[in-house]
């Protein structure tokens, strides 16, 4: 049955959402006055808490200074002075920084820039992209093409564009490793995979340093990224890493890919750079590239209405301003030890629980009927589903992992959480999984 009460399209046509009112720190407040502790950082977007009202006091006090402006007519101090500031965080091979309205603008900003590089500097022939199965890349058509989410693509397969997937890092799940240690064998897919296509038509390969919904808190070892580097220098390919999600703080570093000691070519950033205030994101580029569009014919062939958008921008600046003063870049990686300590304790008291993965503020579980031998839960019980459905009727709110990949759920609350506020969570989580153990035959441990 369609809902009648709004006129709005939701997500899911047969209710309207509660009604959120006001937002304090970690709490949303709906309209007939109940709060929620925002453990899922709404999608894992707000870094600086919400009801932040020096931000809008900000942009009061700019007054008509901070109007739109068309990007390739005119720029403006804000998106120069961001520019800045994010390259002041970025790693040392970059350069400029490309700004869009959301990740999916960004990672499809990406693809077409390194097609573009290689047209400029005479391989004309580098077009194709490599990705991950249960990589998360976006919704347009080619960010979902470059996308392994299987359950969103599944409707859209007619219309989207071929890209080759290989496997993700997921030591718990690994088919290549059977279980035993860890050999790198993934890395080792993408060079069969640009071997397979040709390595004079590849012309990029985008990851996750850190996974997100689609296969929460997934991380590789130090040396996946370092063989991944290896092999792009090799055959010429452009390693582009998707940080929208794991980025700018959410991991405990401005940029999460410093962790793997590697420079990707480009980054793409999103989410957490504006903090939910306003809609912004931004596709990082290497002096590699821009030298290559520069020495060419000097243009990026590519325009969005809202890309540089002065009030986005503007309020990018003061979320970073407020990162920076307050530490939040590196806060997600000292709050998140307390984080992994109450989840691995959990996990301890709960068979259900069957791994604790992720980093900072990034953490996702993985449930299972038995986690000894891996066996996840018949699909039909929604044991994820269940888990958040429970932790919102106790007034927490977490995300729910991908379908068909097993149940997952994402605890990755806002940078500003305190040690009492994670206990709040920790102690719905442990309530709601306790009055589901039984239910679903989840044998506690002996």
């Known amino acids: 049955m369609i809902a009648n009460r709004s006129a709005v399209l939701y997500r899911d046509l047969r209710s309207v959402p509660p009604t959120i009112v006001r937002g304090q720190g970690v709490y949303l407040f709906d309209a007939d006055g109940r709060a929620y ?28 200074r901070v109007t739109f402006v068309y990007n390739s007519t005119f720029t403006h101090p804000w998106q120069e002075q961001l520019a800045t500031g994010i390259m002041g965080l970025a790693p040392r091979n970059m350069a400029s920084v490309y700004f869009t309205s959301g990740g999916s603008e960004a990672n499809e900003s990406a693809w077409k820039l390194a097609r573009q590089y290689f047209v400029e500097t005479g391989r004309a022939q580098k077009y194709k992209a490599i990705a991950r199965w249960r ?138 750079i504006a903090s939910g205030y306003a809609p912004l994101a931004g596709l990082v580029v290497s002096e590699k590239i821009s030298k290559g569009l520069a020495q060419g014919t000097g243009r990026f062939v590519h325009g969005l209405t809202y890309s540089g958008n002065p009030t986005s921008c503007f309020i990018g600046l003061k979320v970073l301003e407020i990162m920076q003063r307050e530490g939040l870049f590196t806060r997600a990686a000292e709050i998140g030890s307390y984080l992994k300590t109450g989840l691995v304790r959990l996990a301890e008291h709960h068979h259900m629980i069957a791994q604790v993965r992720g980093r900072g503020l990034l953490y996702g579980l993985e449930l299972a009927s038995d986690r000894h031998t891996r066996t996840p839960f018949d699909a039909s019980l929604n044991v994820s589903r269940r888990v958040v459905e429970g932790m919102r009727e106790r007034g927490v709110v977490i995300a729910q992992g991908l379908a068909g990949s097993g149940d997952q759920i994402q605890i990755s609350p806002p940078f500003t959480i305190s040690e009492a506020e994670i206990d709040e969570v920790l102690l719905a989580l442990d309530a709601t999984i306790s009055a589901l153990e039984d239910g679903v035959h989840a044998p506690r441990p002996g």
């Open 37 to 64: 502790l925002d453990g899922s950082a709404s999608a894992s977007v707000v870094g600086i808490g919400h009801g932040r009202t020096e931000i809008w006091d900000a942009l009061a006090a700019a007054g008509d």
């Open 135 to 272: 990589g998360y890349h976006g919704v347009t058509l080619a960010a979902l093409s470059l996308s392994g989410r299987t359950d969103w693509r599944r409707l859209y397969s007619p219309m989207l564009l071929p890209v080759t997937h290989i496997a993700s890092p997921d030591a718990y799940r690994c088919a290549l490793c059977a279980g035993g240690a860890c050999t790198s064998a993934c890395a080792d897919e993408l060079e069969r995979a640009i071997l397979d296509e040709g390595p004079e038509t590849v012309a990029m390969f985008i990851a996750e340093p850190v996974s997100g919904t689609s296969a929460p808190g997934v991380a590789p070892p130090r040396e996946y990224f370092t063989r991944v580097r290896e092999i792009c220098d090799k055959y010429d390919v452009l390693f582009v890493a998707d940080e929208v999600l794991c980025g700018y703080g959410r991991c405990g570093a401005p940029f999460a890919i410093a962790d793997w000691g590697v420079e990707p070519d480009m980054i793409t950033l999103g989410k957490a």
